[in-house]
């Protein structure tokens, strides 16, 4: 019997338990593999989408010693990294900037190319 005050009028042990309606299932796609061309500079490990652009770098990259920059010169000496002379103190001693043994003047910003005084550098 039910009053007026029941929250359920009817009688709730005849309903049936609702069934959840399962999820649409979409197919799962797989990607697509692509092959993408890149062009490397055979002096560095510069990559481009473009032949052109690479050719382009190659011509000018400062590893290529037909550019003859400093980075592939015998009279070139690379800035000191200022690694610990003593150990587990870095004292500084070893820091200096990139110069010329040959005495060429090297822009701050970038290797000197096509330089007068280039020698090639035995690896």
Same mark, same amino acid.
């Given at each position: 019997?039910? $009053?007026?005050?029941?929250?359920?009028? !009817?009688?709730?042990?005849?309903?049936?338990?609702?069934?959840?309606?399962?999820?649409? $299932?979409? #197919?799962?796609?797989?990607?697509?593999?692509?092959?993408?061309?890149?062009?490397?500079?055979?002096?560095?490990?510069? $990559?481009r989408?473009?032949k052109?652009?690479?050719?382009?770098?190659?011509?000018? %990259? !400062?590893? *290529? #010693?037909a550019v003859?920059? %400093?980075?592939? @010169?015998?009279?070139?000496? #690379? =800035?000191? /990294?200022? /690694?610990?002379?003593?150990?587990?103190?870095?004292?500084?001693? *070893?820091?200096?900037?990139?110069? @010329? *043994?040959?005495?060429?003047?090297? =822009?701050? /910003? +970038?290797?000197?190319?096509? @330089?007068?005084?280039?020698?090639? +550098?035995?690896?």
């Amino acid at each position: 019997m039910t $009053t007026s005050l029941d929250p359920f009028p !009817w009688d709730t042990e005849d309903l049936e338990p609702a069934t959840p309606t399962p999820a649409p $299932t979409i #197919p799962a796609e797989a990607p697509l593999a692509i092959q993408v061309t890149r062009y490397q500079c055979p002096h560095c490990r510069t $990559t481009r989408s473009k032949k052109t652009a690479a050719t382009a770098h190659i011509s000018r %990259c !400062w590893k *290529n #010693p037909a550019v003859r920059t %400093c980075k592939t @010169c015998t009279h070139y000496e #690379p =800035p000191g /990294d200022g /690694d610990q002379c003593i150990p587990g103190r870095a004292c500084g001693c *070893n820091i200096y900037p990139e110069s @010329c *043994n040959a005495e060429a003047d090297i =822009p701050e /910003d +970038r290797p000197a190319v096509h @330089c007068p005084k280039w020698e090639p +550098r035995e690896d």
